[in-house]
Structure formats: C-alpha cells, structure tokens
C-alpha cells in the first residue's frame, strides 16, 4: 500500500484560498486513485473530490463544486486540493485517501491508504 501525508493547512480567514497537499511514497503512485474527503468536529467524514490514475477523471461532491480543484503530478507522487472562497464551514480536517479502485477511494469507509489529515480552520 502506498502511504500518504497530507500538508497545506492552516488557520485562514473566511474568502481566503489555500491548496493541500497529499504526497504519496512506498508504492507507484500512478496505480491509485486519489479521493480527498474531510471530517468537521461532530460530524461525519465526507467525500469531496476524486482524480484518477492519470489526472483525468476529476468528481467533486456538491460541498466542493465551484470552489475546490483537484489535480495530480504524477512525477512528485503528489496531488493536490486547491481551495478557493473558504468559508467557515470549512473547517474540518482534511484527509486524502489512495485506492487502486476509483469507485472504492470515494467512500469515506474505503479500506485503501489513508494519510494522518491536516488541519483547516476557517475563521469569519
């Protein structure tokens, strides 16, 4: 299994933009689908955006349409979240996970490569 960090977070303010980062080691990283969800306090984990092997193939959940951007280099073993108008209800840890299915790497139950999560804090 491929193994994942994720970094980029922070604390912001509300129409502040940040981009994440999930880099990926120990296995070919071109082999997995990448999906990034997050997780608010008290709530549970939900799917925001996917990529495919390649970097084509992007879907994103209705809370990330219009605002976030997924996108993938391959040479870095890295893709990215690119977060634009944050608002409060941002505010959530972010995760990214890995999985060689792109239907599986959608569920926030996907039993595939998880990283730690960074931290996004949106402040109004």
């Known amino acids: 299994q491929v193994h994942l960090v994720e970094s980029g977070g922070g604390l912001v303010q509300a129409g502040d933009s940040l981009r994440l980062s999930c880099t990926g080691s120990g296995s070919t990283f071109s082999n997995y689908a990448i999906a990034w969800h997050r997780q608010a306090a008290g709530k549970e984990r939900e799917f925001l955006a996917v990529?495919?092997?390649?970097?084509?193939?992007?879907f994103y959940a209705d809370p990330a349409k219009g605002r976030f951007t997924v996108s993938r280099d391959n040479a870095r073993n890295t893709v990215y979240l690119q977060m634009n108008d944050l608002k409060p209800e941002d505010t959530a840890t972010y995760y990214c996970?890995?999985?060689?299915?792109?239907?599986?790497?959608?569920?926030?139950?996907?039993?595939?490569?998880w990283g730690q999560g960074t931290q996004v804090t949106v402040s109004a």
């Open positions: 990529i495919g092997w390649e970097g084509g193939r992007m």
């Open positions: 996970a890995a999985d060689p299915s792109y239907n599986q790497v959608i569920s926030p139950f996907n039993r595939g490569s």
